[in-house]
């Protein structure tokens, strides 16, 4: 389908493409070898990224084990809600006796449901691994589908701007146990139903369509639906502007949106309001989070996952290896400069250059970073942070949003060469030379390396082996030592091991702060207790502190709120600190078993 066939309003081909359209030599069904070939190349991209990953299975993500657990958790809730047909947006088996808000956490039901089959066949990392690798694969195939058949009409552009907009330096950093972000597949979608709303006579089932994925994104991922409804409203806007013969399309258009937006806020409107006002709803989160920002520096520095960078130059750019979501590397932002320059004259060019702009402004935080400091230059995020739905965006995500955007102008400024070397054949050797040159100066450094990974400790087989049923019964919990939470997430991958038949205290999730003056603002657990920060800080330094006989009746009363049934100890580095710990604050002897060290402490909390 060529661009002018799509729905796009006002039917303007790509730049470079010909009045007729972008690409009069592309067909559906002409050159299918040519696209078998592009999505093959795609999933050796997606297997090469998360290659140690399959190639050893005792493995995890080094960079971000306490996600890898918490998604492992998630998919083993989606296969719970088709098996048990429990409710899907919260759940009561993490943070006993509390429940878990999943609607306001990475719940990503639009993939742990229909992943099901994996997660009780081959298990939780199985269906993690399959959704990380896939997702990206997918990502890719998505985008290329788009730029050949809508964008641009031409295959060889299109792989090129697709396989940027999977496999960039920031959705590579993003692949460290962030499945939802690097599975962007649902965005061209998105676009393309959107696109197609313009159509005439056809409003309601393109406004159907359009709700439709819109809802799939939704479950997936809303901070990337919030983007992308950002980014599709400022080029349409600029398509609007910029060719008044849009205007006798605008009907359908507005018509086709009304539809898609009453159909989402029906299908959406339970969900939401558990997310925002059911048990466990925080109020955005913390200033600390939303003060995590895209150093100014980073946009011309190199990832350390791209072939170029290492995690020497990258610390320091940014606040973790997951958030690296700039790094695009100096020969490629004076490439993307310079198409930006050369291909002005068209619309929607000019759209997409000010919605980059826009979105590498709002990354910058609330105070500009260089070099890792602050130079006292107040960024526009300052003025915005603390609105609604806005509170709850890290900041420096909005620079992730620019790799769509470049990897759209990559095909662009492609195919414009492509027509470019078609009108002048004399000069076309050159061209060819001179365009393969700069792609490759601009693209050869930010070639995406495989993930690290890190030799995970086996689920006890206590865990496995069900000993741990006993102690669960009557409504009862297991308490694990640290309790779990953003620095240490194991229980919940031992948990999702079990499909969550084994219901733990605390967690890793997002939760409200519902101490005094907490203000619900998000925690990355639940509020603390006196005996969860009893042991935070063994797990912090090793030393056991002075136990009073408050500590003990403290730890009486955390038990019995937790309703805990035993207290294990699995593999930990300050394995001997927790156990001593534990004794002296119970005086309660550990047995060993299973792998792990256990106190059976129903006599304490019956």
Wanted: charged letters at 15%.
């Amino acid at each position: 389908m060529t661009t002018a066939e799509s729905g796009l309003p006002g039917g303007e081909p790509g730049p470079g493409a010909s009045a007729d359209g972008p690409d009069r030599g592309v067909r559906p069904w002409k050159g299918w070898w040519t696209d078998v070939a592009a999505v093959a190349s795609f999933a050796v991209l997606g297997f090469w990224v998360t290659a140690r990953l399959w190639l050893r299975p005792s493995h995890g993500i080094r960079d971000n084990r306490t996600d890898q657990s918490q998604f492992e958790w998630m998919m083993a809730h989606g296969a719970r809600v088709l098996t048990d047909f429990v409710d899907p947006f919260t759940s009561d088996r993490m943070n006993v006796p509390e429940s878990v808000n999943l609607m306001a956490n990475t719940s990503v039901l639009s993939v742990s449901l229909p992943m099901t089959p994996v997660t009780l066949l081959l298990g939780t990392r199985a269906s993690f691994l399959l959704f990380l690798t896939l997702g990206m694969i997918a990502t890719a195939t998505a985008w290329y589908f788009l730029l050949s058949r809508v964008v641009v009409g031409a295959r060889g552009p299109a792989w090129l701007g697709a396989a940027f907009c999977a496999y960039a330096p920031a959705m590579v950093s993003h692949a460290n146990a962030h499945p939802n972000i690097v599975s962007q597949y649902v965005v061209p979608l998105i676009i393309w139903r959107t696109l197609r709303l313009a159509e005439p006579g056809r409003w309601l089932r393109n406004g159907l369509l359009l709700a439709l994925v819109v809802v799939w994104q939704a479950f997936l991922n809303l901070e990337v639906l919030l983007m992308t409804a950002i980014g599709l409203g400022v080029v349409v806007g600029a398509l609007a502007l910029g060719r008044p013969e849009l205007r006798r399309r605008v009907r359908p258009f507005l018509a086709g949106l009304a539809v898609a937006a009453a159909v989402t806020l029906v299908l959406l409107a339970y969900p939401l309001y558990v997310q925002f006002f059911g048990p466990g709803a925080y109020n955005g989160l913390s200033r600390l989070i939303r003060g995590y920002s895209t150093d100014l520096a980073s946009f011309v520095a190199y990832s350390r996952e791209s072939l170029a960078g290492d995690a020497r130059s990258a610390q320091g750019l940014a606040k973790n290896p997951t958030e690296e979501n700039a790094f695009f590397g100096w020969p490629l932002v004076v490439l993307v400069a310079a198409l930006v320059w050369w291909l002005r004259r068209h619309v929607v060019v000019r759209g997409l250059a000010v919605l980059a702009l826009l979105f590498g402004l709002l990354s910058l935080g609330r105070e500009v970073q260089l070099n890792g400091r602050g130079t006292g230059i107040p960024g526009p995020w300052a003025a915005l942070e603390n609105l609604p739905l806005l509170h709850s965006v890290v900041p420096t995500r909005w620079a992730l949003a620019i790799t769509p955007i470049v990897g759209v102008l990559l095909a662009y400024g492609a195919e414009h060469v492509r027509a470019l070397a078609a009108r002048h054949p004399r000069a076309r050797p050159q061209i060819r030379f001179a365009t393969a040159t700069v792609l490759a100066m601009a693209l050869l450094p930010i070639l995406p390396t495989p993930l690290p990974t890190t030799r995970l400790d086996p689920v006890p087989g206590f865990v496995t082996s069900g000993a741990w049923r006993p102690y669960t019964e009557g409504g009862r919990s297991i308490v694990t030592l640290p309790l779990p939470d953003t620095h240490y997430a194991d229980p919940l991958r031992w948990s999702a091991r079990t499909g969550l038949d084994m219901p733990i205290a605390r967690g890793y999730f997002l939760g409200p702060d519902t101490r005094p003056g907490g203000d619900r603002v998000a925690l990355f657990s639940a509020p603390p207790r006196p005996t969860s920060e009893f042991f935070a800080e063994i797990r912090r330094t090793g030393a056991v502190p002075p136990i009073t006989p408050q500590a003990r009746v403290d730890a009486v009363g955390d038990l019995r709120y937790w309703r805990a049934g035993a207290v294990v100890l699995g593999p930990h580095r300050q394995a001997d600190a927790l156990r001593r710990g534990m004794t002296e604050l119970t005086g309660i002897r550990p047995t060993y078993t299973g792998g792990v060290w256990l106190w059976d402490v129903r006599p304490l909390t019956d």
